[in-house]
C-alpha cells in the first residue's frame, strides 16, 4: 500500500523509454500561438497581461542590467505553472516532483547569477561574504558559514519546489483513499472527508501557483545581488 502511494511519482515508460520528455514539452503544445490579426483574442490578450504584469513587478527591484533576464523569467514562470497545474489533473505526471528536474533547472540558473556578479563586481560579490563591521575574531568563522549558505542557495530551490508539491500529492491521495474505504462503511464521514479533500485540492492549486511564483521570484534576488 505505501509502495503504490509513491508510484505517482515515478516517470512514466513506455517500451522501457522514459516519457518526462513528454510530460514537459505538452505544456508549450497547449499554450494558443500569436496570430497575424491586429485584435489579439481574449485569451491571447489575457496571457500578454498577465506576462507583462508578472516580470514588470518581478524586475522592478533590479536595475537595467538585470532586465536581460526578463524572457527567461517569464518562460520560467510560465513552464512551471503550467506543469505544476497540469500535474493536478488525474492520470498525469507532474514532472516537477522529481528532484533531479528542479535541481536541474535552479543549479545552472543560480551559478549564471553568481558568475555575473563575480565577473561585472567581484569586490561587491565578495563582499557579502564578510558584513561589515564583524570582528576579527569571527571573521573565518563567518567567511565559512556564508559560504555554505551561498552553496545551499540551489540545494533549497530544488527542494523546496520538490517537497510542497511532493507532500501536497500525497496527502491528496491519502485523504481520497481514506474516504473511498470509509464510504461502505461510514458514509457520513466519507462525505465529511471528500469535502476536506476538496478543499485541500483548491489549497493544492494554490501551492502550485505559489511555489511557481517563489522559485522564479528567488532566483530574481539572487539575480539583483550581484548586477
Given at each position: 500500500m505505501m509502495l503504490s502511494f509513491f508510484d505517482q511519482?515515478?516517470?512514466?515508460?513506455?517500451?522501457?523509454?522514459?516519457?518526462?520528455?513528454?510530460?514537459?514539452?505538452?505544456?508549450w503544445i497547449l499554450f494558443p500561438?500569436?496570430?497575424?490579426?491586429?485584435?489579439?483574442?481574449?485569451?491571447?490578450?489575457?496571457?500578454?497581461?498577465?506576462?507583462?504584469?508578472?516580470?514588470?513587478?518581478?524586475?522592478?527591484?533590479?536595475?537595467?542590467?538585470?532586465?536581460?533576464?526578463?524572457?527567461?523569467?517569464?518562460s520560467l514562470m510560465v513552464f512551471l505553472l503550467a506543469i505544476n497545474m497540469l500535474g493536478l489533473l488525474p492520470y498525469t505526471f507532474t514532472p516537477t516532483t522529481q528532484l533531479s528536474l528542479n535541481m536541474g533547472l535552479a543549479v545552472p540558473l543560480w551559478l549564471a547569477t553568481v558568475i555575473i556578479g563575480m565577473r561585472n563586481q567581484p569586490t561587491h560579490a565578495l563582499g557579502h561574504l564578510l558584513p561589515e563591521?564583524?570582528?576579527?575574531?569571527?571573521?573565518?568563522?563567518?567567511?565559512?558559514?556564508?559560504?555554505?549558505?551561498?552553496?545551499?542557495?540551489?540545494?533549497?530551490?530544488?527542494?523546496?519546489?520538490?517537497?510542497?508539491?511532493?507532500?501536497?500529492?500525497?496527502?491528496?491521495?491519502?485523504?481520497?483513499?481514506?474516504?473511498?474505504?470509509?464510504?461502505?462503511?461510514?458514509?457520513?464521514?466519507?462525505?465529511?472527508t471528500a469535502a476536506i479533500l476538496f478543499l485541500l485540492t483548491l489549497l493544492e492549486v494554490a501551492v502550485a501557483m505559489i511555489q511557481a511564483y517563489v522559485f522564479v521570484l528567488l532566483l530574481s534576488l539572487y539575480l539583483q545581488e550581484n548586477v
Open positions: 511519482f515515478m516517470s512514466p515508460t513506455y517500451l522501457g523509454i522514459p516519457l518526462i520528455a513528454v510530460a514537459m514539452i505538452l505544456p500561438t500569436p496570430s497575424g490579426r491586429w485584435l489579439n483574442n481574449r485569451l491571447l490578450t489575457l496571457e500578454g497581461w498577465f506576462i507583462n504584469r508578472f516580470t514588470s513587478q518581478l524586475l522592478l527591484p533590479i536595475n537595467i542590467g538585470g532586465h536581460k533576464w526578463a524572457t527567461l523569467f517569464a563591521g564583524t570582528p576579527a575574531a569571527l571573521i573565518p568563522v563567518l567567511i565559512i558559514i556564508e559560504t555554505i549558505s551561498l552553496f545551499i542557495r540551489p540545494l533549497a530551490l530544488g527542494v523546496r519546489l520538490t517537497a510542497n508539491l511532493t507532500a501536497g500529492h500525497l496527502l491528496i491521495q491519502l485523504i481520497a483513499t481514506a474516504a473511498f474505504v470509509l464510504l461502505p462503511l461510514m458514509p457520513v464521514v466519507a462525505i465529511s
